[in-house]
């Protein structure tokens, strides 16, 4: 999920639980495409690949995640900015809220993001 602060989501997919974040956020960021001022985006851990940082880089926005403490060559990043990240922390346990997205009642993919599409509505509205 991309989301602008703890009520917006941008975009979001479904992905299998075994594939990892690394690949499914790098096709969000593509599908998002470039920004049109630079942006801050705050990333987890999981993104802090070196191929998730280049094409954030190379579509425009300012990668915020700090690299693994096993990293070799560790990067410096914005402290305080990467504080805010719990935003996107906050929007999902909003939607863990909604007893039919934590307990994934819905068999159907299709039915399951309708649901999150409207979840999502209902928070951005609050």
Known sequence: MVAAD???AITFALSPGQAGDAPQGRALLERLGPPN??????MDKAYEGNETRQLALDLGFIPV???LSTRVE????????YKRRNEVERLFR???????IFSRFDKLDLMFIAFINFALIIEALR
């Not at 001022?37 to 705050?42: C, G, V, W, Y």
């Not at 560790?74 to 900015?81: A, I, V």
């Not at 909003?94 to 039919?100: E, H, I, M, S, V």
């Open 37 to 42: 001022r630079p942006l801050h985006l705050l």
């Open 6 to 8: 703890a009520r917006t």
């Open 74 to 81: 560790p990067w410096e990043y914005d402290r305080e900015m």
């Open 94 to 100: 909003r939607l863990k809220g909604f007893r039919r």
């Open 65 to 67: 995640v700090p690299p």
